[in-house]
């Protein structure tokens, strides 16, 4: 088939690979335009269009794909279908339409689960086990087309949703090529949605990462890791937030205070509701992430330190405010 790939950053860039390495032929890329980058913020290609470039096949970078003149191109590429990996641009049904198989999306969680903008890190903040990807088919509503295929993953006991969205963007790149192939076969199945089993997985915001040390292990452990790398959950010590980025396992270790750390040569021990948890990256403020154990040993910390809620609980602590 002729395909029109539409995508955006790293994540994008395996199924990328594997369909223009496919029997199929990718005869143009839809990206988000240059943005900003780097302490110059100098112009910068997507990591998509970068690909394409190098693969040598035409690339579009339009603002919005409501321009008439945008949509005519696309026609003029006659495109079979458009697979979409995180594009980051909202299609019009007038461009929907343009394809003779459509859209068709790869989206990192099992549909109806996590429809949104963030379906990886949703799984893992809801302690989930387990999810996937879906290759569903783009319609008007949010992530609510037929689905053509699905594959299931484990999520790691310690892993961090950055970690299994760089996992599924390799392992869904022939998940994605399964499902064109079966379309251009006309073996492929779509399976409407049941919208009553749908989640949502909206974008994660910095006021919501912030980590709460009183809740249970589990749930902290889950904050952290569906949080990293981006916003990063974040918490205070003397006064400025830090982010903890990623967890070891913990070892067997007596109950400590929620947010009092303990240091030992090799890990980073803090306590919570329950149950410590052990520490494996930190990033202290203006700094870059750093290993647990090399932060503690240069903040010189007290018997007493802790990590709190917020700036004025460290500022009440060393008052001997709290009670």
Do not use: C
Not at 119 to 125: C, H, K, N, T
Request: hydrophobic content about 45%; glycine content about 8%; charged content about 20%.
């Amino acid at each position: 088939m002729r395909l029109l790939f539409a995508g955006t950053p790293e994540a994008a860039l395996p199924s990328l690979r594997t369909l223009l390495d496919s029997r199929h032929e990718v005869v143009g890329v839809l990206t988000r335009a240059d943005a900003p980058s780097g302490r110059g913020r100098k112009l910068r290609p997507s990591p998509v269009k970068a690909l394409a470039l190098e693969a040598g096949v035409p690339v579009l970078t339009p603002a919005t794909l409501r321009d008439a003149a945008v949509q005519q191109q696309i026609r003029e590429l006659a495109p079979d279908a458009a697979p979409v990996v995180a594009y980051g641009n909202l299609v019009p049904q007038a461009a929907l339409d343009i394809p003779t198989h459509g859209w068709v999306n790869l989206h990192f969680s099992l549909l109806p689960a996590w429809r949104g903008a963030a379906p990886a890190q949703r799984a893992v903040l809801a302690g989930q086990r387990e999810t996937g990807m879906s290759v569903f088919r783009l319609e008007k509503g949010l992530d609510t087309g037929d689905v053509i295929t699905t594959a299931r993953t484990t999520i790691g006991e310690l892993e961090t949703s950055g970690e299994l969205l760089d996992r599924m963007a390799v392992s869904g790149a022939s998940v994605l090529l399964q499902a064109l192939d079966a379309l251009e076969d006309g073996t492929a199945t779509l399976t409407p949605q049941d919208g009553s089993l749908a989640t949502h997985a909206a974008k994660l915001s910095t006021a919501e990462a912030r980590i709460e040390w009183t809740l249970p292990a589990e749930e902290v452990s889950a904050h952290i890791r569906g949080m990293s790398p981006q916003p990063g959950a974040w918490t205070f010590f003397d006064g400025a937030r830090a982010k903890i980025l990623g967890l070891d396992e913990a070892p067997e270790h007596p109950r400590l205070p929620p947010g009092r750390i303990e240091a030992t040569k090799r890990q980073v021990l803090v306590g919570t509701g329950t149950d410590v948890i052990a520490l494996s990256t930190l990033a202290p403020a203006g700094k870059r992430p750093m290993r647990a154990a090399d932060w503690a040993r240069g903040a010189a910390l007290a018997a007493d330190a802790a990590f709190t809620q917020d700036d004025q609980d460290q500022m009440n602590e060393k008052d001997g405010v709290r009670a």
